[in-house]
């Protein structure tokens, strides 16, 4: 199926109100429709999305989406059905659905009413649905977080690992693979597990120019830092990132202790409590997330200030990740990363329990952190090489090392490693 620029320049205002398509979006949708896998790498808010869901409503059939979180299928499968010409157009499959609600959705498939339908990798793998899509005309199928399939991403999910196999048994259609993770090995993985070593490959510069990286010696007075650095940007939308769920209890008291208005999120709240504090902060009656890595994906909200690394993350692929969420509308965007080498030695000793293969990706995914945290040359730079991508300027002029030259931190000097050439 072909369509020219104009017409789909039609559909994509038609439908979502835009007026151009961002960076690659048009190309991409085109590959698609001309039944090519695609393999779309492309940073967080750069608009992933968009490359699936609007070929769905052009081609026949139901497009499969398949997507690790339950809370993001909401908001998309929403969004989809706020769209005004097309009401009822996605739906979602997952746990979180009675048997009445699945045989409403089947229902919809079958009289040809959806042409979106959202699944998480474990509700795929169940016999009863592979039986029921095996009867549905498929459009194509859409792997998103498509980094969940390897270990080197920061989100492995096994069950990405089944999702060939299961196309096979569902009926073979073109797959387009869509992340915001860019590196090498993250990428070979995806191809190969998904059988789509000849995709067509669309990637997007990762530099994010309006973010501001800084990483700050981690002290014993890291609370007031931020309480500080929190009142300098007062009624401004935060989220501060801790790797422990007491900690994320703990900062979120002091911060409201402080009259900051904070709510903690973490997996171990109910669902109901979780999606409440997402509610509060997308509606703007509190101001600042504290939470784990839980806490993000696929939340679109465009005007995140800042982003806060309490801990020094796992990798720095998920930094990045973290990171991305702030200023997605162009505006600002603050990443400010404490860093301490007891932090470091303790994560190391985390791991001390798991496989071997394991505590080896663990810890060079953790060498690469420090080397990023401890690094005096511009962060940008290195943030973009680790994605393989050159930054042609040596001085970014947006992160802490460009703006205050020498001003490194003096960590123990035996895990710093040199930029790799
Ligand atoms: P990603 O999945 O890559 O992180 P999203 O699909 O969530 O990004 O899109 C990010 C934002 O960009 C969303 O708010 C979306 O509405 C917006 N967006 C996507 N495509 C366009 C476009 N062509 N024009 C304007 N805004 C767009
Ligand atoms: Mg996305």
């Known amino acids: 199926m072909t369509y020219d620029k104009g017409e789909l320049l039609d559909a994509l205002k038609r439908y979502f109100g835009f007026d151009s398509f961002k960076g690659d979006q048009g190309a991409i949708i085109q590959n698609l429709l001309e039944g090519r896998d695609t393999f779309v790498l492309m940073p967080t808010g750069g608009g992933k999305s968009l490359c699936y869901q609007l070929p769905s409503l052009l081609m026949d059939g139901v497009a499969i989406v398949i997507s690790p ?8 499968v929403d969004f989809i059905s706020n769209l005004s010409e097309h ?22 498939i079958r009289e040809g009413r959806t ?6 990798p474990e509700s795929l793998t169940k016999e009863d649905n592979v039986e029921f899509l095996k009867t549905v005309k498929i459009s194509f199928y859409a792997i998103d977080e498509a980094h969940c399939i390897s270990e080197w991403g920061h989100d492995f999910r096994p069950e990405y690992r089944r999702i060939r196999p299961i196309i096979n048994e569902i009926g073979v259609a073109p797959v387009i693979a869509l992340t915001a993770t860019a590196t090498d090995k993250v990428r070979t993985d995806i191809k190969k597990s998904l059988g789509i070593v000849d995709a067509t490959e669309f990637k997007s510069s990762f530099n994010r120019p309006n973010l501001y990286y800084e990483v700050r ?23 501060i990132y801790c790797l422990s769920r007491k900690k994320v209890e703990d900062l ?9 208005k904070a709510a903690a999120y973490h997996a171990g709240l109910d669902s109901g409590t979780r999606s409440q ?9 509190i101001d600042v997330i504290v939470a784990t890595i839980a806490f993000g994906m696929g939340i679109d909200k465009p005007d995140v200030r800042f982003v806060i690394h309490y801990d ?4 720095l692929e998920g930094y990045y990740q973290e990171t991305g969420r702030a200023g997605r509308d162009g505006g600002e965007g603050i990443c400010l990363a404490f860093y301490s080498y007891k932090d470091l030695q303790k994560l190391e000793k985390f791991m001390e329990g798991k496989p071997v293969a394991e505590q080896d990706i663990g ?25 393989g991508e050159q930054y042609e300027k040596d001085n970014c002029g947006n992160c802490d090392n460009c703006l205050h030259p020498g001003k490194k931190i003096d960590a123990k000097n035996q895990l710093v490693i040199a930029l790799k050439a």
């Open 69 to 76: 979180l339950i809370a993001l299928m909401k908001n998309q």
């Open 87 to 108: 009401e009822g157009t996605a739906h979602f499959l997952n746990s979180s659905l009675n048997k009445t609600a699945i045989d409403q959705v089947k229902k919809d």
């Open 115 to 120: 042409k979106l339908l959202y699944v998480a």
């Open 217 to 239: 010696p981690k002290t014993k007075d890291i609370d007031k830092d931020i309480v500080r650095f929190i009142k300098q940007h007062p009624g401004k939308s935060g989220i």
């Open 252 to 260: 979120a008291d002091v911060l409201c202790a402080n009259d900051i």
């Open 277 to 285: 504090t997402q509610d509060d902060f997308l509606m703007e009656r």
């Open 312 to 315: 020094i993350p796992k990798s």
């Open 363 to 387: 810890r060079q995914l953790l060498q690469e952190t420090a080397a990023y945290a401890e690094t005096s040359v511009c962060r940008r730079k290195m943030l973009l090489h680790y994605f």
